[in-house]
């Protein structure tokens, strides 16, 4: 390709509401264009790149049995009420009427497809196990789309969906997945750990999440160095302290004028926050025979400790959460800043499995100024659901060695997730076992956001002159830079690469040689060559790697053979990191 006859073009300068650097340098670089908020056009050397990460999908999934379809991207309504995620997800699900106002949706995820087709594609247990997958168009209408390609609202995804008959074969395909994805995300030059997740609105019994661990990710991830125990923290456990036992203590209402602070009410009372109890009030999105029904809940933690509002939601099986109105807490009896669930009727209310071997804890009077000494749960008052909801914070005890965690940011690049008969045993995915039995189909549904993994590799590699793309995702293998001069040796240099199967970008442009070395950093393509009057009179082509200062003069007649020969070493080194991985069950 000619960068004269390039679509598209550098910018000088970055783009105004670029936060992070792989938004800026893709956008500068010529990569991508923004439509609208969370909406991109891939441009030609952004196209080239993600077709090369889109064969590398297909190899790891045709390697462990993986076969192609495609599916629509348009859905009637239909097969998500038969599973109950129409009622289930919010608004970032689109829905829209056709032509004759039936009820439509634009694809998230293809579960409900997939379930459709074993209908009419599956009878038999002789028929099991398969494995298809498809890369697809996405939409999502997330409400704060940001950081370029790292969180939109169109994107496409890989997604593949195993068929079992069995859980052993849905943990076969599961692993195999598990091992098919490192080695995905180790071709692409991208370092990923895999850690234990919320399985959130795809249900079901398990999930993993591949987490690039980076400051400008949104995830948080508790890892511990003693074990290997890692888990975002939306999931992620800890060994709890163990409350000290003590006899409960007749219950004392004692006046805490304007202490509506956890921190204020143990300095004025002279006591550790873990002394106290804490109230988050939420009100809750549940769904009650296909009708969203809202609750208001009481949560209630130590006061040393925070609310996991994702361990939370699936104590409750809530499809959403907000904050209750202060007018909601009064509604019932409660006093905001001075609450607490004794008394209180109409509520449901969920403690922390600590709250009830703590004894004689601070909690609310439910009266302004007020609180009440020597709580104890279980006499004075009584809980809906008793479960771990607690954030999991940075020096907490690990689960399983007790060692002190560390947390990390990270983004997610991937996911895989045991569904198991949900989706299935809805739709009537059923199958006829050895014994004549009709049987709902086991699954497991993977996931690869394709353009997120081209920002993140972009993320990685990247020094202050632009991105250094890895050769196996390059948009092209080589450029080569024409200085004035030198333009019929540059034209029989790129002649003959194109003949060696080489991928070439050719600045042929009328531009300074600042303006094309400069471009060339930028876009970041594996080797330049650069061809001029100096490298001719020198007798070759200067060779340069982009990672690397260095600069060395190839005979002409022995680039092409050099170049191929750079070309395979670098090839050579992404492929040395692929290798196994042991399993985080």
Not at 193 to 209: L, R, T, Y
Not at 314 to 329: C, G, Q, V
Request: glycine residues 8%; proline residues 4%; negative net charge.
């Amino acid at each position: 390709m000619r960068m004269t006859q390039l679509f598209g073009q550098t910018l000088r300068e970055p783009p105004a509401d670029a936060q992070i650097a792989s938004h800026r340098l893709l956008v500068q670089a010529g990569f991508i264009r923004q439509l609208g908020a969370g909406i991109f056009s891939y441009l030609h050397l952004a196209k080239r790149s993600i077709t090369k990460i889109e064969n590398i999908l297909r190899e790891e999934m045709d390697a462990i049995g993986g076969q192609e379809i495609t599916m629509p991207v348009v859905h009637p309504a239909d097969v998500w009420k038969e599973t109950g995620r129409w009622y289930e997800i919010g608004s970032e699900m689109a829905r829209f009427y056709d032509k004759n106002k039936r009820d439509m949706v634009l694809a998230m995820t293809h579960e409900e497809v997939v379930a459709s087709l074993l209908r009419t594609e599956i009878q038999s247990y002789k028929q099991l196990p398969r494995l298809v997958y498809h890369i697809q168009t996405k939409w999502r209408d997330d409400p704060r789309p940001r950081a370029g390609l790292i969180r939109v609202r169109e994107f496409t995804m890989k997604d593949s969906y195993s068929l079992d008959m069995d859980w052993e074969g849905l943990d076969t395909q599961y692993r195999a997945h598990y091992q098919a994805y490192f080695d995905i995300f180790h071709r692409c030059g991208l370092p990923v750990v895999a850690i234990k997740s919320d399985v959130g609105m795809m249900g079901g019994k398990m999930a993993h999440e591949f987490m690039y661990l980076t400051p400008i990710g949104e995830d948080t991830i508790l890892m511990c160095d003693g074990c290997g125990y890692m888990a975002n923290r939306q999931i992620a456990r800890f060994q709890k302290p163990a409350p000290v036992e003590e006899k409960p203590k007749p219950i004392e209402k004692v006046a805490t004028p304007h202490m509506s602070t956890i921190t204020g009410l143990a300095e004025f009372l002279d006591i550790p926050e873990s002394r106290t109890a804490k109230v988050l009030f939420v009100i809750a999105t549940v769904t009650e025979e296909q009708e969203d029904v809202e609750k208001l809940v009481f949560a209630i933690v130590r006061g040393d400790m925070d609310v996991n509002e994702t361990k939370l939601a699936n104590a409750i099986k809530a499809k959403s959460l907000r904050p209750a109105t202060e007018d909601e807490i009064r509604a019932v009896g409660a006093v905001p800043g001075y609450a607490s669930p004794i008394g209180i009727q109409g509520v449901t209310v969920v403690v922390d499995d600590l709250i009830p071997g703590s004894a004689n804890l601070v909690a609310g009077a439910n009266d302004e100024g007020y609180h009440l000494l020597n709580v104890n749960y279980g006499r004075d008052y009584q809980a809906d659901i008793i479960q771990d909801i607690v954030v999991a914070e940075e020096g907490y005890a690990c689960p399983d060695c007790g060692a002190a965690m560390r947390a990390s940011k990270g983004v997610e690049v991937g996911n895989i997730f045991k569904l198991g008969t949900r989706y299935a045993a809805a739709m009537g995915g059923t199958f006829l076992d050895r014994d004549g039995q009709e049987r709902p189909v086991i699954m497991g549904s993977y996931g690869i956001g394709v353009g997120r993994l081209l920002a993140c590799v972009a993320e990685d590699h990247y020094d202050e002159q632009g991105i250094i793309w890895p050769i196996t995702v390059a948009p092209y293998q080589v450029y080569v830079v024409a200085l004035q001069g030198s333009e019929e040796a540059a034209e029989r240099l790129y002649t003959d690469l194109r003949a060696a199967n080489v991928e070439v970008l050719y600045d042929d442009r009328d531009e300074r040689a600042g303006v094309k070395f400069n471009d060339a950093d930028l876009i970041g393509i594996p080797i330049r060559l650069t061809v001029s009057k100096r490298s001719l009179e020198a007798g070759g082509v200067e060779f340069k790697l982009r990672r690397s200062a260095e600069r060395v003069v190839i005979p002409e007649g022995e680039i092409i053979s050099y170049v191929c020969g750079q070309i395979e070493a670098l090839q050579a080194e992404i492929a040395e990191k692929v290798v196994a991985i042991p399993y985080n069950a």
